[in-house]
């Protein structure tokens, strides 16, 4: 801003550099060598919020709040006859801070001389930046769902407490908290209320927890307590009895009433260890213990539980290495119609591990492992992807065939397995009518609401339905009736047994008769014997698979079986 001055000669008058002075619209002070403020003029009084005369009464340092040191350099710079500029913090007389910028001059007036003129102006762009830094501090330190600490300011918070551990502070306790099931709730009520119900557990968290501890969201449905100032294990304990209790209760969410459980893994400063790296991952596996012994529980970490868990990450390794290396193959197994000349209707894929050292390694080996890490999916992929380039040369070469593809529980309760499944089977050339979805029984029983759903889904799509291994489960007719399946099979334990215990020929007998009144068609696994197929036959079941027809075999020996049956 451009202020005016009207003087025809160079003024001698003092009062006119008064008014010049007291007008202007920085705030300045005039100091004496002390610091002591000898005037101020009307801006100084509006920057700082002191009258004039408190003013008057005041240091200069006692406004510079942390930047004692900066005054007494500008000082020290006047008295060199040097003039200087810098930023520092003003206080306010109601306490607080602006950020301002300072321009020191030496007055080189003989009579004055001694004295400085601090020109001290309102820095906006700092306050501006500052501001922004604020909140990119919110943003880097809160999570933004539930406005908990986020693992970074948790991950900080826990390395000060670690740091201020001594004598007086008996221990740190770090909980780690885990919804059981969160991919369940979250399938079920869908990716908003998923979100919302997440805000509800946090809440409840923090209400619980109050000023005993810090909650903080680690990512996903993993929130940790920390306790900084802990007097032991009994104070945990008692506060990891209360989460379990308090998370039992249901959740309202829109109507919704949702029910439960979490698991708790604890590890304590110094007993489970001394750095912060170190009780994270053993909190980590306390709390997967507390997953394994069946949820809704807490565990304090022990270093006997570290082995199972490495072994499972050395395994995990493994499968990650072997599906990279292409070391999974595949084996064909056909299934055939029981009629005269038995032609071959489908072929189920059955996967093996190559491996380089063990040989052969059967599904039973690996499956498990696969399932619980999760990789599973990226490996049930290359099996439908393999599976189904082979099947569309084999459909040119023999004719129309199913091919049959187990899924596990993981791959069952993926969000996109339609959409997957009908992406790969028409890349590879082939429709979804020529893809028969095993489904193990206990896997369509354990949710059998959600089984109903996702097989419907399936058969909209085209795919064939098989429910695998039955008869091991507990369905009830009313559950096969609305599966809507295709295909039931058999379980081959029954198929070994006939012939011997009556029961499991009176079983057999029952499930084909019960399938059949429901529509389903029935397939028998594992026939080995003639007796076992003849009784089949005679009980009028569709299809059977087994060695006596034809092991799980390569695709090279497949083709010759299937140029042979033409
Ligand atoms: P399943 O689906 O019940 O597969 C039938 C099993 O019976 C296969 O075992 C097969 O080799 C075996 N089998 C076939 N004929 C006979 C016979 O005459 N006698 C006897 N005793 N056994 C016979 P396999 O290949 O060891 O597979 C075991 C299980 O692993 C399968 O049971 C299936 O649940 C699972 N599995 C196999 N491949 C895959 C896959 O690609 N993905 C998934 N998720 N699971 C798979
Ligand atoms: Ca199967
Ligand atoms: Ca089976």
Not at 310 to 325: I, M, V, Y
Not at 455 to 474: E, M, N, P, S, V
Request: charged fraction near 25%.
């Amino acid at each position: 801003m451009a202020s005016t001055v009207y003087v025809s000669t160079w003024p001698t008058d003092p009062r006119a550099f008064e008014s010049l002075f007291e007008a202007t619209p920085s705030a300045i002070f005039a100091l004496d060598r002390a610091g002591r403020v000898v005037a101020a003029n009307a801006a100084a009084s509006q920057l700082t919020g002191y009258s004039r005369e408190e003013l008057l009464a005041l240091d200069i340092s006692q406004l510079a709040q942390d930047s004692i040191q900066f005054v007494s350099d500008a000082l020290a710079a006047a008295e060199r006859r040097e003039a200087s500029v810098a930023e520092m913090d003003l206080l306010r007389q109601d306490g607080s801070a602006v950020p301002v910028q300072v321009t020191t001059i030496p007055i080189l007036d003989g009579k004055h001389s001694g004295y400085v003129f601090f020109r001290v102006e309102e820095a906006h762009y700092l306050t501006e930046m500052r501001r922004t830094r604020a909140h990119m501090r919110t943003l880097a330190y809160y999570d933004s769902l539930t406005g908990l600490p986020n693992r970074i300011f948790f991950q900080e918070r826990l390395r000060d407490s670690l740091e201020h551990a001594t004598g007086q502070v008996p221990c740190v306790a770090l909980m780690f908290l885990d919804v059981d099931r969160f991919k369940d709730i979250n399938d079920t009520l869908g990716h908003a209320l998923g979100d919302r119900f997440l805000q509800l557990v946090g809440e409840r968290l923090v209400l619980l927890v109050k000023n005993r501890g810090i909650v903080a969201r680690l990512g996903g449905d993993e929130f940790v307590v920390l306790v900084s100032r802990c007097s032991g294990g009994e104070e945990v304990r008692e506060l990891a009895e209360e989460l379990l209790a308090s998370a039992e209760q249901s959740y309202r969410i829109e109507g919704y009433e949702q029910f439960i459980t979490t698991s708790i893994g604890i590890a304590l400063y110094p007993d489970h260890g001394r750095t912060d790296q170190a009780l994270i991952k053993n909190a980590d596996i306390a709390m997967y213990h507390a997953k394994e012994q069946g949820r809704n529980a807490y565990f304090f970490y022990d270093e006997s539980l570290d082995a199972p868990i490495r072994s499972r990450l050395a395994q995990e390794q493994q499968l990650r290495g072997a599906l990279k290396r292409e070391e999974f193959v595949l084996q064909y197994q056909p299934i055939f119609q029981v009629s005269d000349g038995n032609p071959v209707v489908a072929i189920e894929a059955l996967i093996r591990w190559n491996h380089p050292t063990l040989g052969m390694l059967p599904p039973d080996a690996f499956i498990p492992a696969a399932e619980a890490s999760g990789l599973i999916v990226p490996m049930g992929e290359w099996v439908e992807r393999t599976a189904a380039a082979c099947m569309r040369e084999w459909q040119e070469r023999f004719g129309f065939m199913v091919l049959a593809i187990n899924i596990s529980a993981r791959q069952f309760h993926q969000r996109d397995l339609c959409e997957r499944l009908v992406s790969i089977v028409t890349e590879a050339g082939l429709t979804p009518q020529a893809i028969e979805v095993e489904i193990t029984e206990s896997m369509a029983l354990f949710d059998a609401e959600y089984a109903v759903e996702t097989i419907h889904a399936l058969k909209r799509i085209g795919t064939q339905i098989a429910i695998d291994d039955f008869g091991t489960g507990h369905s009830s007719l009313n559950y096969l009736r609305r599966f809507n399946a295709d295909h039931i099979k058999i379980d081959r334990s029954f198929v070994a047994g006939i012939g011997g215990a009556v029961t499991d020929d009176t079983i057999v007998t029952a499930i084909v008769a019960m399938g059949h009144s429901l529509g389903l068609k029935i397939i028998a696994e594992g026939v080995e014997t003639g007796e076992q197929y003849d009784f089949l036959r005679a009980q009028g079941c569709d299809l059977v698979q087994g060695n006596l027809f034809a092991p799980p075999v390569d695709p090279q020996q497949l083709e010759i079986l299937l140029a042979g049956k033409r």
